[in-house]
DNA sequence: GCGGACTGCTTACCT
DNA sequence: ACAGGTAAGCAGTCCGCG
């Protein structure tokens, strides 16, 4: 049988498990996979009296009818290889109750991994590939096709939040790949319209239409459209059977809430926006007019109940909109989570859910299953907070001031995964006892030159596999396989670059601050020597950040023979380099223009200006601040013009002087990252928050409040209101001069040695030419 | 009692 | 809720000042 698999759980029928793998055109069941974990002794063998010790303590405490047996297997505890009881119980919901022997044995692992997972672990399945159920092997790698739909709901409010008690679902908007339709309860005049008796049928016909489909997109269905629509169910009796054997919608409750529909894949296009795009804010409209750039229908959701009265057809197309660009987003993040979810080996459900820390974690506890090593337990709270407290040091960072002609940028490729490959650098390699004598040491460490870990081992496979799919890309004139293959590559390259990071983060079962500190300390100890070889060989390096650096030749040279030199030198210093480091060429760029560390901007060779870390790229800065720095900076940059720097100063503040400018531009905007009341300081974004929860609006962590500061109170926290709250007269125009354009284009230009006094004096046109001699 | 220097908290960026 | 390094704003405190 030749079939898909989309989704996977667990059921309990006749008190046993059985887990369902939901495939395209089937459903298979097991009834053969038992849940089990791992009790370690202090000792490396194991005899029968051992085991019937544990008996005796689970008897004791009413809990051996939970075993259905124990074995004694071998398996390997980072370093050390050893027997260790595996405990087969008789159903998942039974070994929290189990994990009692750890009161009589030395640890128990592997206890906590939830049991349809732990399934895709241990057998041989990748989800979202064609795959023969008999042979055991992928048939193929594309796409699978599959019934999808984007969802979501409008709901009546009177301005304020919508109640689930009292306000009604008043339409539902559905786009398929052939179109789409909105339902609803009132006679409204529009094509798509689709007209139901009430909110009841409504309901009831939202069932039948997502039934018909396998995937199902949402825009923040996980913690609205789904959750609403439940409660509203529930008040006519009807319960949600949406899965493919009619279970009903589980809300998974959690820090976020994740609605799962068995059988069926429900992806939530919202926090997938927020991993993949990096955005001012991530509304519906701001992802479409950043991937599309489409500017779709906006109806506020204060509105909506005015709208639902007039009987005003925009609200339909609003809502049809909704579905349709949501559909769009799901089309067009697809592929990528369809990577993901194959190399994590887990369905689509739980990784669209994941973040990449956890996709790493999936990750290797896959492999740790095929090597037969054990997966280290995840940290308690005490643990954690230890983690937390112990700090290392990271990259190496370097920069001067100033305008630069000629320059050319080379990193190592891929410096943190090369430099774990070619050190062999796990937590299971790490100070083992076989190679303590022979081995040079690192940070006073070393690492295991018999076996390779897990982490190397993982990551050379990933890495393996993406060059592969390099090649293959070069050699193909098909645009979509291309496409394809562009997807996998990236979702590879995402999760390599991941685990540096993952060995160090607190809550990791495999951390290890030992090995990350080691990383680091060996990228810092390539770079400076990159340096060091680059500044012998005649360059002048100028910015240095971490893995990569921007230089110029040292003597005043053209673009070609510096590009000669630059792979002269790369020639020489490659062949030094040992095992996958390589440093790379990356690019030319005609002038560069350094501020600080980590702020500074590019010119390529197609005059085109690349902004790191400027004010520019930041969105706690007002529009009207971020446009007058790009301007400053082009006139710098692409003209040398200093005087029409200065002059687009001098302009943009006689423009606001005078009232001539648009408020959205003067919107500042900053995430909320804990409650209001936990702040320790008081700030704009908080102050107002606090405000607005005080007239009963809702807000999130994680939100992103938009602002402006008007005149009136001494602390600019107590100045901030919402844009719609206010007029022109009522902005504090000082604030604006002073805080928010002034001191961006002033660093800019400190950076040419040009001083604030001197900018304030009108002198004569002073050309590039002088900064360069 | 005032104003600048300094510190801690916070955010958003870079690699 | 993958890491550390970094700049910068704002609020609050410190410190000197015959």
Known sequence: MIDCLIDNTYKTIDNKAVIYLYLINNILKDRNFKPYFYAELDKNKINLEDIENIKDFLLKNDLLKYVEKIDIVKKRILKEEKEILKIIATHPQKVPKLRKIKEIVKEIYEHDIPFAKRYLIDNDIIPMVYWDFEKNKVVSKDIPKLNMVAFDIEVYNEGKEPNP??????????????????????DFNHDNVEIVKNEKELIKKIIEELKKYEVIFT?????????????????YNIKLEL??????????????????????????????????????KYTLEDVVYNLFGIEKLKIHHKNIGLFWEDIDENLVEYSLQDAKYTYKIGIYFFPLEVMFSRIVNQVLFETTRMTSGQMVEYLLMKRAYLDNLIVPNKPDEKEYKRRLEVSYEGGYVKAVKGLYENIVYLDFRSLYPSIIITYNISPDTLDCDCCKDNSEKILGHWFCKKRIGLIPKTLKDLIDRRMKIKKQM?????????ELLNYEQLSLKILANSHYGYLAYPRARFYSKECAEIVTYLGRKYIKQAIEEAEKFG?????IDTDGFYTTWKKKIDKDELIKKTKEFLNYINKKLPGLMELEFESFYRRALFVTKKKYAVLTDDNKIEVKGLEIVRRDWANIAKKTQKKVLEALLKEGNIKKAKKIIQETIKNLREGNIDIED?????QLTKKPEEYKTSAPHVELAKRLIREGKRVNIGDVIGYVIVKGAEKVSEK???????????IDINYYIENQILPPVLRVMEALNITKSELKKEEKQKTLDEFFT
């Open 165 to 186: 008690n009292k306000d009604p679902i008043i339409m539902a908007s559905f786009w398929d790949g052939n179109g789409g339709k909105v339902i609803t309860y009132k």
């Open 219 to 235: 825009y923040n269905g996980d913690n609205f459209d789904f959750q609403y629509l439940k409660e509203r169910a529930k008040l």
């Open 243 to 280: 899965g493919r054997e009619g279970e009903e919608i589980k809300i998974k409750r959690g820090i976020s809430n994740k609605v799962y529909i068995p059988g069926r894949v429900h992806i939530d296009l919202y926090p997938i926006a927020k991993r993949l795009l990096k955005l001012t």
């Open 474 to 482: 070069a050699i193909t004139d098909n645009k979509e396989i291309k």
């Open 539 to 543: 360059f002048k390096v100028l910015y």
């Open 666 to 670: 003067l919107v500042i905007y900053t």
């Open 720 to 730: 901030a209101k919402l844009p719609e709250e206010v007029s022109k007269e009522d």
